[in-house]
Nanobody, 115 residues
Framework: QVQLVESGGGLVQPGGSLRLSCAASGFTFTYYAMRWYRQAPGKERELVAFITSTRGTNYADSVKDRFTISRDNARRTVYLQMNSLKPEDTAMYYC?????????WGQGTQVTVSS
């Protein structure tokens, strides 16, 4: 079955960096686009970044030039490098794949940006 396991979240000061990882299993990772979403308390879940099977990328305006999504097909892992973090980046971050017309989500990893 499809499984997504996120890691790498934590507490970081404004201006700091974190790298999130999402380990995938249960599907042919190479063939699928992967997405990172986030959800802050009291807000809707929003798409942060996605990467296609051919490594095309796209970002939300709020994170452009600060976040970088990448993938390692050999490790079946997608990453989100987050630089110049701001308090408004505080959220639970989720990995997502649309597989056979169904959305799959990981359990999420918490990112808190605070001094």
């Amino acid at each position: 079955q499809v499984q997504l396991v996120e890691s790498g979240g934590g507490l970081v000061q404004p201006g700091g960096s974190l790298r999130l990882s999402c380990a995938a299993s249960g599907f042919t990772f190479t063939y699928y686009a992967m997405r990172w979403y986030r959800q802050a308390p009291g807000k809707e879940r929003e798409l942060v970044a996605f990467i296609t099977s051919t490594r095309g990328t796209n970002y939300a305006d709020s994170v452009k030039d600060r976040f970088t999504i990448s993938r390692d097909n050999a490790r079946r892992t997608v990453y989100l490098q987050m630089n110049s973090l701001k308090p408004e980046d505080t959220a639970m971050y989720y990995c997502n794949v649309l597989h056979q017309s169904r959305d799959y989500w990981g359990q999420g990893t918490q990112v808190t940006v605070s001094s």
